[in-house]
């Protein structure tokens, strides 16, 4: 009966989530398109170059395979064998889970890598948090790089930046403090955890200090210089390329014809639009298009229909493909996991 009632108030809590999620999408594309002629933004995402559409899909998957390649350099102390394939398969299943439940990606991914590789889940849960750690250090230094690149005074035209700039440091700094002490003071923590939970439950208590070991092991999973080394340089390339795919965007609409944009101008795009993944909406949507047509009509003085324009094609492309290679993946690994256990059975039948 308890358990039942337990149940029920997470089917409502998660209810509850979703619907908020939902409606805050709805909220942010309302904002977005206020005001602005649709059939004009339809048209002028028709007059998209379709060779400048495949260069932004390369890009985009060159991008998500560096990352599953940071992926196995962080993990390499854990398993040094790990498959790439399979690092990228989980990746962008996940991706694909986030374009419809926004945050349930990241523990997709990590229950699929750790099914497939044969790895703890909650330490592989740990590496996720870990490669998301990594990438707000690096969208951070992107968005102060940002600061200096543009014409703008950037601080002056969104005076939230100022502090969105410092909540991020500020929980980077705390951030790290925390894993370095739950990491160092580890024991303490667990037996804290066990204490604290078992007075309500002794068999909680050892599940949840179970599961905080595991995920301490993930997060410190990253070990050695060489693969530092490897971590820094993968996420410096990586951010480079969703740099050049911002400006690719512009490439893709032509725009490059009547505004002055450059690498620079995407590097600028693309590092402040990264705030919009904080917001949980499925795949940054409603976020993503309200921020991106701020930027574009504030800052290189774009028509709201342009920019809006720029903001559904870059997106929708993206969404797409994260939705496309996810099923493809999907069904490819478990065609491949069936083919397997055929063969299998086939020989055990013949001896």
């Known amino acids: 009966m308890i358990s039942d009632k337990i149940a029920l108030n997470k089917n409502i809590k998660r209810a509850f989530k979703y619907a908020l999620s939902f409606i805050v999408t709805i909220l942010f594309l309302y904002l977005a398109f206020l005001n602005v002629d649709v059939r004009k933004v339809i048209q002028y995402t028709l007059t998209a170059s379709p060779g400048w559409v495949v260069v932004f899909v390369c890009i985009f998957l060159l991008s998500h395979f560096l990352r599953a390649l940071r992926w196995k350099f962080i993990l390499s102390s ?7 394939k399979n690092l990228f398969g989980a990746l962008m299943i996940g991706y694909g889970v986030n374009c419809v439940v926004p945050r349930l990606g990241e523990v997709t991914r990590a229950v699929l890598i750790g099914k497939w590789e044969g790895l703890s889940r909650s330490s592989m849960l740990g590496t996720v948090i870990l490669e998301r750690f990594i990438d707000v250090i690096f969208f951070a230094i992107a968005l102060a790089i940002s600061l200096f690149l543009s014409t703008r005074n950037l601080l002056g035209v969104f005076p939230w930046l100022k502090t969105t700039l410092y909540i991020t440091a500020a929980g980077l700094c705390l951030g790290l403090i925390f894993v370095f002490l739950a990491i160092k003071f580890k024991q303490f923590f667990i037996k804290w955890i066990i204490k604290l939970v078992g007075k309500v439950s002794s068999k909680g208590g050892e599940m949840l200090a179970g599961f905080f070991d595991t995920l301490l092991q993930g997060f410190s999973s990253l070990k050695g210089w060489k693969n530092y080394f490897n971590t820094i340089a993968l996420s410096i390339a990586i951010i480079l390329l969703y740099a050049l795919n911002s400006y690719v965007g512009f490439l893709m609409l032509g725009f490059q014809n009547y505004y002055h944009v450059d690498y620079g101008s995407g590097w ?7 705030i919009a993944a904080a917001i949980p909406t ?20 774009m028509s709201e229909d342009k920019s809006l324009a720029y903001a559904f094609l870059t997106h929708i492309i993206s969404y797409i493909m994260f939705i496309f290679t996810a099923l493809v993946i999907f069904f490819a690994m478990y065609k491949q996991k069936d083919n397997i256990n055929e063969s299998t059975e086939t020989n055990i039948g013949k001896i």
């Open 268 to 274: 600028i795009i693309m590092s402040l639009s990264s």
């Open 282 to 301: 499925p795949g940054s949507t409603g976020s993503y298009h309200l921020l991106v047509k701020s930027l574009l009509t504030l800052l290189f003085g």
């Open 78 to 84: 854990v398993k040094k064998d790990v498959s790439v």
